[in-house]
């Protein structure tokens, strides 16, 4: 690949000693042959429309309909409600992915997608030109000359929209499972509501748990063992669907009932056309004629709160909006109204079960309440398990642990031959793990359970016979790499490999990060869900290990017999920071045995303060008295370890391919290189060595973000999947009326 030098040197970082040229670094065979094989298969160069070529192009949230649900025009035999989402751009391109991915990964039911691209940018515009070009289905409708305003771009959208109920949706917003369900669901309670709209975390009076925060309107950050998904589960649990009316619906999420436009026509952007109190007047339209509004109470949308839309002079053009809404309508009876909705009580309940329930991971897990609702039985099957473990077996490990605090009945199936192996890894696997030796003791101990997930393309095959022994379950697949690229061309494993994503007829697939969800996707034609991943905070925290001052001090994983890790390129890093810096630096190997690092260098400190093979606390202490970790590897599907080393308070190189895309900022609290180009981790690890300062604030940073993710955080996510997908299949269970 093209050097990326450039992009990868600290931006504040100046004056660097001249490097040590690493062009001559001896890849071992093996390495060399997966290189050949990863690149024959993958375009290391791919670049994503409107993003920077650093970033890997299939790593980002990638928007598609797999699912089907995305229709080009509606079904005139449908007898449910037709529902056109219209979603209104102008830059903000990260939001802007965000959104539309979770449109369209997220909606369980038929629906028509407007998009209304308003005067963005060249990025934007060519994100959009080119989703349009693999999602036909969707309008992409151009607004490049002026004027430009968010309401005449909606107008724009509205007049395209052809169904029962439409939904003015922002680009800064995400959806959540069954958004749209809950929507319809709560017009088509009454016909009197004309205009609704779901809960938030930042919608003004629709906002929860918080209503303000210092005097402003609350933007109710979300816990850091919690996402939307989540959020949404628990108004669904704690509502009870009052469907409060009230005078104004929050233009975050805007749905109006066909029957509304009919009757009033659309916005009004004669006074409104930059948007600001466009809905407020269509409100009151409304309700002048004879329409309520709704609050969809058990629905609730993610409101990011973006920069879309004009935030320059962003206070001016709403002031002066309001003085024209006030006079358009009636000062005196705007302000009763805006009164009334002040002294308005009626969500007031709810905002107390939610504020209570997301006090403590404990409390959502309570108000959750999974032994009642659901109650489903999980298994994951685990083919065999490495010595000490390994980042895969971990991760179902730790995840099968929150599930069962969550109250789950949640168990990992793991062949008898490897069960001295857990036991040997895991202090408590004796109450997580049941053997099985054959596919008829499998089946035993399976028997009952609900969901049945595999986690290795080996145990795929062993998924698909139990579905042939009973078809009452949910099958799963726990994708957490994409084998084939590291499977060896034209083997029996790659074949085997190649055809697991498609062996189990109506399987749901799931993986941790874009990366992985948009490989298999791509490739196989499948959906894959995208769930959290999860790191253990009760192992890898910050400790008080690591002084502010002395060497720098780099943690290098190697591993000698896993070739797309690299091991020769990052020993070859190591020795050369050690050469050239001596005492300035202290570099740690850890990951493999003596024996094996011997084979790759003679250097003597590399060896001396070699670590080994390392259980999972031996690799948290090492990690929490590191200043950086560094990672070679080819690429990452999701780079654990990394992310393990930001929680403990140490900053990270990674690979820039992959997936460590959902939790690294370049520059910021790590840095992604070119791991074929060797000089790129040694240019960025010595323009660190004299430079405390930076080294303490990327370590901060690094710390902020590995406090975002949790074992329950990754649980739940993966449950709400598996209990969506569960209901969509048999229908929604309850252990209260079972």
């Known amino acids: 690949a093209p050097p990326l030098a450039a992009a990868a040197t600290p931006a504040a970082v100046v004056a660097q000693p001249a490097p040590t040229p690493l062009?001559?670094?001896?890849?071992?065979?093996?390495?060399?042959?997966?290189?050949?094989?990863?690149?024959?298969?993958?375009?290391?160069?791919?670049?994503?429309?409107?993003?920077?070529?650093?970033?890997?192009?299939?790593?980002?949230?990638?928007?598609n309909n797999v699912r089907g649900?995305?229709?080009?025009?509606?079904?005139?035999?449908?007898?449910?409600?037709?529902?056109?989402?219209?979603?209104?751009?102008?830059?903000?391109?990260?939001?802007v992915r965000v959104c539309l991915w979770s449109v369209l990964h997220k909606t369980d039911r038929p629906f028509r997608l407007v998009v209304v691209n308003?005067?963005?940018?060249?990025?934007?515009?060519?994100?959009?030109?080119?989703?349009?070009?693999?999602?036909?289905?969707?309008?992409?409708?151009?607004?490049?000359?002026?004027?430009?305003?968010?309401?005449?771009?909606?107008?724009?959208?509205?007049?395209?929209?052809?169904?029962?109920?439409?939904?003015?949706?922002?680009?800064?917003?995400?959806?959540?499972?069954?958004?749209?369900?809950?929507?319809?669901?709560?017009?088509?309670?009454?016909?009197?509501?004309?205009?609704?709209?779901?809960?938030?975390?930042?919608?003004?009076?629709?906002?929860?748990?918080?209503?303000?925060?210092?005097?402003?309107?609350?933007?109710n950050p979300l816990p850091p063992f919690a996402t939307p998904d989540a959020i949404a589960k628990l108004l669904e649990r704690v509502s009870t669907q009052d469907r409060p009316r009230i005078p104004f619906i929050n233009g975050f999420c805007y749905v109006i009932r066909r029957a509304v436009i009919d009757a009033i026509g659309y916005l009004d952007e004669e006074h409104f056309a930059s948007g600001y109190c466009e809905e407020n007047d269509f409100s009151v339209r409304a309700a002048e004629a004879g329409f309520e509004l709704a609050v969809v109470d058990d629905g609730y949308v993610f409101h990011a709160k973006s920069k879309s839309f004009g935030v320059e002079g962003r206070k001016v053009i709403s002031k002066r909006n309001y003085e024209i809404f006030l006079d358009k309508h009636g000062r005196e009876r705007i302000q009763a109204a805006v009164k009334g909705l002040e002294s308005n009580t009626a969500l007031a309940p709810l905002r107390a079960k939610a504020s209570d329930a997301l006090s403590s991971s404990q409390s959502l897990a309570a108000a959750l309440d999974t032994t009642r609702h659901e109650?489903?039985?999980?298994?994951?099957?685990?083919?065999?398990?490495?010595?000490?473990?390994?980042?895969?077996?971990?991760?179902?490990?730790?995840?099968?642990?929150?599930?069962?605090?969550?109250?789950?009945?949640?168990?990992?199936?793991?062949?008898?031959?490897?069960?001295?192996r857990a036991r040997a890894a895991y202090d408590d696997a004796d109450e997580i793990f049941v053997p099985y030796g054959n596919a008829a003791e499998l089946a035993e101990v399976t028997a009952t359970?609900?969901?049945?997930?595999?986690?290795?393309?080996?145990?795929?095959?062993?998924?698909?016979?139990?579905?042939?022994?009973?078809?009452?379950?949910?099958?799963?697949?726990?994708v957490q790499d994409y084998e084939p690229f590291f499977t060896g061309r034209d083997t029996a494993d790659v074949?085997?490999?190649?055809?697991?994503?498609?062996?189990?007829?109506?399987?749901l697939l799931f993986a941790k990060t874009h990366w992985l969800c948009n490989i298999v996707s791509a490739r196989h034609g499948v959906h894959?869900?995208?769930?959290?991943?999860?790191?253990?905070e009760s192992i890898y925290r910050l400790r008080d290990l690591r002084p502010d001052s002395g060497p720098l001090r780099i943690a290098g994983m190697v591993r000698p017999r896993t070739p797309r890790r690299q091991p020769s390129a990052t020993v070859a890093v190591m020795e050369e920071m050690s050469r050239e810096f001596g005492e300035a630096v202290r570099v740690t190997p850890f990951g493999c045995s003596t024996a094996d690092l011997e084979r790759l260098t003679d250097h003597e400190p590399l060896l001396r303060r070699h670590r080994g093979l390392l259980s999972r606390a031996e690799v948290a202490e090492l990690l929490g008295s590191s200043d950086v970790f560094l990672d070679m590897s080819m690429y990452q599907a999701f780079g654990r370890t990394a992310l393990e080393a930001m929680a403990c308070g140490a900053t990270a190189v990674v690979p820039r391919l992959g997936g460590v895309w959902e939790f690294l900022e370049h520059g910021e609290n790590g840095f992604a290189i070119d791991a074929f180009e060797p000089q790129q981790a040694y240019d960025v690890l010595a323009g660190l060595v004299d430079y405390r300062g930076r080294v303490i604030q990327l370590q901060a940073r690094a710390r902020q973000t590995g406090a975002k993710y949790s074992v329950l955080r990754a649980a739940l996510s993966e449950y709400l999947v598996f209990a969506r997908e569960h209901a969509l299949r048999f229908g929604a269970r309850s252990a209260a009326s079972s």
């Open 23 to 63: 062009s001559h670094v001896g890849f071992m065979d093996t390495e060399l042959q997966a290189h050949e094989y990863f690149r024959a298969e993958y375009d290391v160069d791919a670049r994503a429309p409107g993003a920077d070529r650093l970033v890997d192009a299939i790593a980002l949230p990638r928007a």
């Open 69 to 95: 649900f995305l229709r080009a025009a509606h079904d005139p035999a449908q007898t449910e409600p037709t529902v056109d989402v219209v979603v209104c751009v102008h830059d903000a391109l990260d939001d």
């Open 118 to 219: 308003d005067g963005s940018d060249d990025a934007t515009t060519e994100y959009l030109e080119e989703l349009v070009s693999t999602e036909p289905a969707i309008n992409l409708i151009h607004r490049a000359d002026p004027p430009h305003g968010y309401t005449i771009a909606a107008n724009l959208g509205l007049r395209a929209a052809t169904g029962d109920y439409l939904v003015l949706l922002n680009s800064d917003t995400i959806v959540t499972y069954g958004w749209l369900d809950r929507i319809v669901e709560c017009g088509e309670s009454d016909p009197a509501i004309g205009i609704l709209g779901p809960l938030s975390n930042a919608a003004s009076h629709q906002s929860v748990p918080e209503l303000r925060s210092a005097g402003a309107w609350s933007t």
């Open 375 to 420: 109650a489903l039985e999980i298994v994951f099957v685990l083919p065999g398990i490495g010595a000490g473990g390994s980042g895969g077996s971990h991760s179902i490990y730790q995840e099968v642990h929150g599930m069962r605090a969550l109250g789950l009945d949640a168990r990992i199936a793991l062949t008898a031959k490897s069960f001295d």
């Open 449 to 478: 359970a609900d969901v049945i997930s595999a986690t290795h393309f080996k145990s795929a095959v062993m998924i698909a016979e139990l579905k042939t022994r009973r078809d009452d379950f949910l099958p799963a697949y726990y």
């Open 495 to 507: 074949v085997e490999a190649t055809a697991s994503y498609t062996l189990i007829p109506d399987c």
């Open 528 to 536: 894959v869900a995208k769930v959290e991943p999860s790191i253990d």
